[in-house]
């Protein structure tokens, strides 16, 4: 059942008044599943280890295992720097957005920042979307209707067609659904809403969203933060009884 933004108003005063001894080591499992679901949605499935294998940088056995395994590092830091620019109140920009994309790639990637350079929408998207060679406009252009249109509403509803904007965009060759979902995020977290992780399980209804109307991002968007307050609805309650232990 979806939230109505009333509902998830007042939720959130809960999340956000979640004590400091709980909330690091729940968000720190947040992040852990933030990895998980965020691969499924590229339809990568991963499994436990493998998310603990990275970020413990084990050894490597192969050459894709470590790309996989600096894709998970990669997103895991960005996670902590969307964090720590939206409590900073930094703006969105089209250079904030690069720089998001850049921590993404490999380090020396060329790619990293720099604009698609194919006409269709790669990997598992199938969008229509701006033509490579009209990319800076079209990005400019996305962050007028932001501007103009966009920040005026309520921050769930900026943050959900500010998604579906970007991705009828789509800057990259790479990584842009990534990115996407990162900024959506950053637009949430800055109006002190939990994350919005869309989980594996909703990917057909994410993608029909995608390619529907932008209005259709919006239920999206709730039910993927109806799930993290229900996630720290029940690690608080899991804990409580050790908590108040040690109180």
């Known amino acids: 059942m979806n939230l109505t933004y009333l509902e998830v108003d007042h939720q959130r005063s809960i999340y956000n008044a979640m004590p400091d001894d709980l909330r ?5 499992r947040l992040k852990l599943c933030w990895l998980y679901h965020d691969h499924a949605l590229e339809g990568v499935v ?9 970020l413990e940088r084990m050894p490597c056995r192969t050459h894709c295992e470590s790309v996989m395994q600096h894709g998970l590092r ?25 720089e998001l994309h850049q921590l993404l790639c490999l380090p020396g990637d060329e790619a990293g920042g720099r604009y ?7 990997g598992v998207y199938h969008l229509t979307v701006a033509p ?25 509803r900026q943050a959900a067609l500010a998604h579906w904007e970007f991705m009828r965009v789509f800057p990259f060759d790479e990584r842009t659904g990534v990115v996407g979902r990162l900024m959506l995020n950053f637009l949430l977290i800055k109006h002190r809403f939990p994350p919005a992780i869309v989980h594996g399980c909703d990917r ?5 969203a995608l390619n529907g109307h932008r209005n259709d991002m919006v239920p999206v968007t709730i039910e993927a933060i109806r799930a993290t307050l229900q996630a ?5 309650r899991q804990a409580q009884p050790a908590h108040q232990m040690a109180l």
């Open 74 to 98: 990669a997103l895991y830091d960005a996670i902590d720097f969307v964090h720590e620019s939206a409590e900073r109140g930094d703006e969105l920009s089209v250079d904030w957005l690069r």
């Open 232 to 236: 720290a609805s029940n690690f608080q």
């Open 24 to 28: 690091a080591p729940f968000m720190e």
């Open 204 to 208: 057909h209804t994410y993608f029909a």
């Open 46 to 54: 991963l499994s436990s280890e493998e998310i603990s294998r990275a």
């Open 132 to 156: 490579a060679s009209s990319i800076s406009y079209h990005f400019h252009k996305f962050m007028d209707v932001y501007e103009e249109e966009l920040r005026a509403l309520h921050p769930i």
């Open 116 to 122: 698609r350079k194919r006409d269709t929408s790669p």
